[in-house]
């Protein structure tokens, strides 16, 4: 293990991490909120730690292995989501606890959307922007790990698409090449996140507004600046923008990046998880709309206005709401949920299983059941025209099994600490699957729930955005022997 590199590494990212604070206190000072000393405060601290953390190594450059990449990953985000959590201590306009902070900065840096926070529409424009700008951050870190990173490591199947992916293909290092994809990928998602701005302010939303929202809609994070979130603006033209941009950020990365560089939109319709995500939307919205018109729960076009809003926004882990979806007649919020476990595409900042591993253990299901049949036979799973190997199904698999076993083990905490079982199953898959808002008591907010239960939940949002291997196998010892 390169530890003085791995300590340097982790002070320049603190210190870069400082600077993220000046933008809110920016904010701060042009709507003169009084909230700007707490983002001061903090960048400080941050930028002190990083030098001290920084300083001593700086002359340490030793090439990273694989196993540093582990270790800096979950660094990555446990420690920049511990440091997020300052300003919301020290904000004078929201009197939280520790654990309220921890929570409501793990849920915007991993993308989550679940919030512990009340009275949104009367806090700082300066935290309110804080937390959009969290997630923002957050889903641009999703995609260079996603994209560049997990590939490399061989994470729970990911490894399929090290050939295809824009990023580093050697197996025993990481390279300078992550610096060139991040550098592409940044500019694909920065220009996402400007028509999104630009097109929310056209739709009638406020610049700040408009911005705010870009920012959590492009991360797929479900941040809003009110409490009502998009049903604030009480809009169909901002639904369907909104549903547009969650819909392109929950697509591969790496096909965006390629479909830019060779400027055809060829990569979307060759690529089999791209076909399989957009049919999963469609049988979602499909059911969504029969069983709201067969209720009468909203007039024809509203109807398939909220139905599409909310599939796209929870099929993709974004976690936005214009509408109580949660008291929707029979199967649709528990269809919606489950739905959520899917996720969106992985590459993408969207959460949950991602389509790619639920279409290989699909693929692997009809395969048992052909060798029933055909005991001698020898059948290929493939993707398109490509066959997948088997070493990376046995991934898909083993990824599966232990997202089930640390579902149930986390699910079990919350029951214990006194939590119904619809909260606690609903309370669970929202935050693994990065999704936010769940069903009973955590339906709209969090901040009912004791301490434990938010650090319990704290935990499972690291693990569904880490995609689970990433950070257990910190907890083994062979990680950790010679």
Known sequence: MQYATIIRILGIL??????????????????????????????????????????????????LKIRDGFLIVVLFWTVLSTFGAVPFMLAQALPVSLADAVFESFSGLTTTGATVITGLDDLPHSILFYRQQLQWLGGMGIIVLAVAILPLLGIGGMQLYRAEMPGPMKDNKLTPRIAGTAKALWYIYLGMTIACALAYWMAGMTTFDAIAHSFSTVAIGGFSTHDASIGYFDSNAIELICAF?????????????????????????????????????CVVILCCTSVLLYYQEYPFTDALVKS????????????FASADFAAWPTLLPVLLIFASFIGASAGSTGGGMKVIRVLLLFKQGMREIKRLIHPNGIFLIKLGKASVNDRVVQAVWGFF?????????????????????????????????????????????????????????????????????TLLVLFTPYFWRR
């Open 245 to 281: 941009f969650m819909f392109i950020a929950g697509i591969n990365f790496a096909l965006h990046f390629i479909s830019v560089r060779t400027l055809t939109i060829a990569p979307y319709l060759k690529d089999p998880e791209f076909k399989g995500y957009l049919a999963i939307l």
């Open 14 to 63: 603190l210190m870069i991490f400082s600077i993220t604070m000046l933008p809110p206190a920016v904010v701060s000072v042009i709507y003169e909120d009084g909230g700007g000393s707490a983002f001061i405060s903090t960048f400080l601290l941050s930028l002190f730690t990083g030098l001290i953390l920084f300083w001593p190594k700086r002359k340490a450059k030793a090439e």
């Open 401 to 469: 099994a232990t997202y089930v076993v640390l579902f149930v083990l986390l699910m079990l905490i919350l029951l214990a600490d006194g939590l119904d079982q619809i909260t606690a199953f609903s309370a669970v898959a929202a935050c693994m699957n990065n999704l936010g808002p769940g069903l009973g008591d955590v339906a709209v907010n969090y901040s009912g729930l004791s301490d434990l239960a938010k650090y319990v939940l704290s935990f499972a949002m690291l693990l569904g955005r880490l995609e689970i291997f």
């Open 308 to 319: 599409i809003f909310h599939s796209v926004s929870i099929a993709t882990t974004s976690g």
